[in-house]
């Protein structure tokens, strides 16, 4: 999987973000919840109204994991106002990581989230923090391994139905 390129995308790529947003999403979780709770959150969660708006926030940012120009993943960060919750400004939050399932285990997301720690790094952050579904023990394990340790929780509404987020962190060495 040598020829990953992580790049960091823009307004012009909506289209692309919108599809891998969708499906990985759709991916991700379809199993674990209701089909109308899913697809109510995929047309409102990545509309073009609601991309276009985090595309073109200063304080937030989006990259592409691509093979061969074809998006196989992606990454989201923000920083300042634009965290979910802390809205710290020595933290980085990584809001999404989410990779195609058949590109699982083949390190993509740990590409992306390497990513995240250099630009928590270049920024000079104290911490990185991210909220994870308490049932998504795939993606527990992976920040765990990573360092990351659980300090709070914090509840995500999909639909009517109300889900536990995990919140994570991991401390940077300035």
Same mark, same amino acid.
Do not use: P
């Given at each position: ?74 990454? +989201? ?23 195609? +399932? ?36 795939? #993606? ?32 940077? #060495?300035?």
């Amino acid at each position: 999987m040598a020829n990953i390129q992580i790049k960091e995308i823009s307004i012009n790529d909506i289209d692309q973000l919108q599809k891998i947003g969708r499906q990985t999403f759709q991916e991700t979780f379809s199993e674990s919840n209701s089909e109308e709770n899913m697809k109510n959150y995929l047309e409102e969660g990545f509309s073009n109204e609601k991309l276009t708006q985090e595309l073109t926030n200063k304080d937030s940012q989006f990259y592409f994991a691509t093979l061969e120009n074809e998006v196989i993943g992606y990454l +989201k960060v923000n920083f300042g106002e634009s965290q979910t919750e802390l809205k710290d400004s020595k933290s980085l939050e990584i809001e999404r990581i989410y990779v195609s +399932k058949e590109f699982h285990g083949k390190k993509v997301g740990q590409l992306l989230y390497e990513k995240a720690i250099q630009i928590a790094k270049d920024k000079n952050i104290d911490y990185v923090w991210l909220g994870v579904w308490e049932e998504n023990l795939r #993606a527990i394990s992976f920040y765990t391994k990573n360092g990351f340790v659980e300090f709070d929780k914090h509840i995500f509404k999909l639909g009517n139905e109300e889900q536990t987020d995990i919140m994570m962190k991991l401390k940077l #060495a300035n």
